[in-house]
């Protein structure tokens, strides 16, 4: 009984110990702590400050919105972050701040080897969305698809084609393969292919279409139509024809050819210049048959 009395004291003067020593401990960190919590406050207030600032920096600039917010949202939690490891610092905490470093660093070589690929359409979106000649509202040609850019995201590009529908394709495909863009320059040339009937004369023919063509697309200073008689056909004679016209899209393009081919036929009309169409002659003659009969004699010679 005496021997049970003992522990409980023991255990008693044990804890009332290491109550003091912790109070004494907070005491003496006190002032480290409210010195890293003041500085953890002020880096949070600055982060946000300094991404605001970011912010009104990008809106001059012809960044996407989704890559003006992420900006913000990265610096904001960088800023964060160093003032986290500050206040670690602070607190003497040199253990427990090398423990988060080393494990910061193994995470992130764990998540980017997992994110290999997202990764990488993340930097081709920061990419695209810093490069001036590609933004939305354009018009391209890019992966066998053809539209409006509606968006440009950290992890894809979305396309409206000209049917209405959307096409969405990763960052890291637009940056590793070609694209055309209609909508940077205002002005493009639109080709025509079309063919005149041997018994045409040729250097009548390229006057009556050039003129056709200007009078529906006036030509602008350095631009000039251009045309060239590309090959003998089997029922005609080919040329290929390329004019300036308005193109800030796919749509102007086929607005562009479908005015022209008004312009050329009508002026053909009324000329009397003829656009041959292939005509294919078969001949069914009548196939004489000769019937014959064949006799077969047996003779039995046994019998």
């Known amino acids: 009984m005496q021997q049970q009395d003992n522990s409980i004291k023991s255990f008693s003067d044990q804890l009332q110990l290491n109550l003091e020593n912790w109070a004494n401990a907070f005491i003496e960190y006190l002032p480290n702590f409210i010195l890293a919590l003041l500085c953890l406050i002020f880096f949070v207030f600055l982060a946000k400050y300094v991404s605001k600032l970011l912010r009104k920096i990008l809106n001059k600039t012809k960044a996407q919105e989704s890559i003006k917010v992420i900006s913000a949202k990265i610096l904001r939690i960088s800023i964060i972050l160093i003032g986290f490891f500050i206040a670690l610092g602070i ?3 040199n253990k427990v701040l090398t423990t988060v470093l080393g494990a910061a660093g193994v995470i992130s070589l764990v998540i980017g080897l ?27 040609e890019t992966n066998d698809h053809a539209g409006k ?3 440009i995201n950290l992890r894809s590009l979305v396309l409206q084609t000209a049917d209405q529908n959307y096409v969405i394709i990763p960052n890291a495909k637009i940056i590793d393969s070609d694209f055309k863009n209609y909508s940077r320059t205002p002005r493009g040339r639109i080709s025509i292919t079309c063919g005149v009937g ?17 009078e529906e697309f006036p030509q602008r200073t350095m631009e000039s139509i251009q045309f060239y008689y590309t090959g003998f056909e089997n029922s005609s004679i080919d040329y ?6 308005d193109v800030r899209d796919q749509r102007d393009v086929y607005d562009g050819r479908h005015r022209a081919i008004l312009a050329i036929k009508k002026a053909y009309n009324k000329n009397g210049i003829n656009i041959p169409f292939p005509i294919r002659t078969l001949d069914f003659g009548k196939n ?3 019937s014959e009969t064949i006799r077969v004699n047996s003779n039995d010679e046994d019998g």
Request: cysteine-free; proline content about 2%.
């Open 149 to 151: 850019i509606i968006d």
């Open 288 to 290: 004489k048959f000769r």
């Open 198 to 214: 041997y018994e045409s004369d040729l250097d009548f023919v390229q006057k009556i279409t050039i003129q056709a063509i200007e």
């Open 240 to 245: 290929i024809l390329w004019f300036w016209s």
């Open 91 to 93: 607190l003497d905490l």
């Open 114 to 140: 997992a994110l290999q690929g997202t990764l990488h359409n993340t930097f081709a979106g920061l990419i695209l969305s810093f490069l001036p000649k590609i933004q939305i509202g354009d018009w391209i």
